[in-house]
């Protein structure tokens, strides 16, 4: 089991920028990925970045370049620095762990943090 806390949501004004935290409540080393979804009202959960243990990284093709996903492995945090933000990434975003141990694959989420962006 894994508690996940997110913090760093906020207004900002579109091309703003804000960091998004993710606290684990124990070591994430065996965490075989780390990640950041977020919702819309209306919309469905979509994936936003995800880093492996080994600190290869994924991005939506809506945040690539804006967007920078890092994990700290001894301080068992996960960041998500947002710039030049857009009214579009107005959303819930939440912390996943995704652990893998054999053959299954368990999903831990944290309760999100709002994050909006105004135009």
């Known amino acids: 089991q894994v508690q996940l806390v997110e913090s760093g949501g906020g207004l900002v004004q579109a091309g703003g920028s804000l960091r998004l935290s993710c606290a684990a409540s124990?070591?994430?080393?065996?965490?075989?990925?780390m990640g950041w979804y977020r919702q819309a009202p209306g919309k469905q959960r979509e994936l936003v970045a995800t880093?492996?243990?080994?600190?290869?990284?994924n991005y939506a093709d809506s945040v690539k370049g804006r967007f920078t996903i890092s994990r700290d492995n001894a301080k068992n945090t996960v960041s998500l620095q947002m710039n030049s933000l857009k009214p579009d990434d107005t959303a819930v975003y939440y912390c996943?762990?995704?652990?893998?141990?054999?053959?299954?694959?368990?999903?831990?989420w944290g309760q999100g943090t709002q994050v909006t962006v105004s135009s």
């Open positions: 124990r070591s994430i080393l065996s965490i075989n990925r």
């Open positions: 880093i492996t243990a080994g600190g290869s990284t």
């Open positions: 996943n762990a995704k652990q893998t141990i054999m053959v299954r694959t368990t999903d831990y």
